[in-house]
């Protein structure tokens, strides 16, 4: 069965910093792998995504990840925080066929605070 | 702004109550997603419809159903609520034409059963 594993609940760091935020799933193959932002009262905002191609991929706000196959990883990460970038991390795979075809899987979440 | 938009914004009602949650898709659009947010569980996927027809099923209760209407927006229907169902509720839409299912999610609708 498909899984998403973020070992980080809670994340603290300084504005200015670099950031990596963990993700590890279980797939059978290569799935949609995307990470979403969700700010205090909203919704989950898109920040990136990779299909296939280079595995690392760029996204919004200044927030890249790599994928990597042999780990079944696909970390965020961040040259330098923002005290904005305060919110909740979701990694999420979503299936690429089959019957579990266009649901999103998705991690528990990492909680970012950022210190001024 | 996604282009989702989740009416109402907060529900707060009791216990063996049913209400209806209501989303419609970005335009263009043909599937929806219903997703649940609770403490719990995290975010789970509860459903999905393309076009009018129910296309996937996932951890969604029996008390709940849903449907999608021939404008494509979407309601989601809970009934006799009990206290673990408060949660919030995203609905999410994705467009056929793009292969990676990319999902684009609506503020939510937070429900609180007393």
């Known amino acids: 069965a498909q899984s998403v594993t973020q070992p980080d609940i809670h994340i603290t760091v300084s504005e200015g910093a670099s950031l990596e935020l963990r993700c590890n799933y279980s797939?059978?193959?290569?799935?949609?792998l995307f990470w979403y932002v969700q700010s205090p009262g909203q919704g989950l905002q898109l920040l990136l995504k990779?299909?296939?191609?280079?595995?690392l991929v760029q996204g919004i706000k200044g927030f890249e990840a790599e994928f990597k196959r042999s780990q079944s990883s696909f970390n965020l990460r961040k040259p330098s925080v923002h005290w904005s970038d305060a919110a909740e991390y979701f990694c999420?795979?979503?299936?690429?066929?089959?019957?579990?075809?266009?649901?999103?899987?998705f991690g528990r979440g990492t909680q970012l605070t950022v210190w001024p | 702004d996604s282009g989702v938009t989740q009416t109402p914004k907060h529900l707060i009602t009791a216990t063996g109550q049913r209400v209806t949650l209501r989303c419609s898709p970005r335009?263009?659009?043909?599937?929806v997603y219903w997703y649940q947010q609770s403490l719990d569980q995290g975010l789970q996927f509860l459903i999905q419809?393309?076009?009018?027809?129910?296309?996937a099923k996932g951890n969604i209760l029996e008390r709940f159903s849903a449907q999608q209407f021939p404008d494509l927006h979407s309601e989601l229907n809970l009934s006799s609520l009990e206290l673990g169902d408060s949660a919030l509720y995203f609905c999410?839409?994705?467009?056929?034409?793009?292969?990676?299912?990319?999902?684009?999610f609506g503020p939510g609708t937070r429900l609180t059963v007393l």
């Open positions: 335009s263009g659009d043909l599937s």
């Open positions: 419809y393309y076009n009018g027809e129910e296309r």
């Open positions: 999420a795979v979503g299936a690429r066929r089959g019957s579990t075809l266009g649901r999103l899987y």
């Open positions: 797939y059978g193959a290569t799935p949609y």
């Open positions: 990779y299909f296939s191609g280079d595995t």
């Open positions: 999410a839409s994705s467009d056929p034409g793009l292969e990676h299912n990319e999902q684009f």
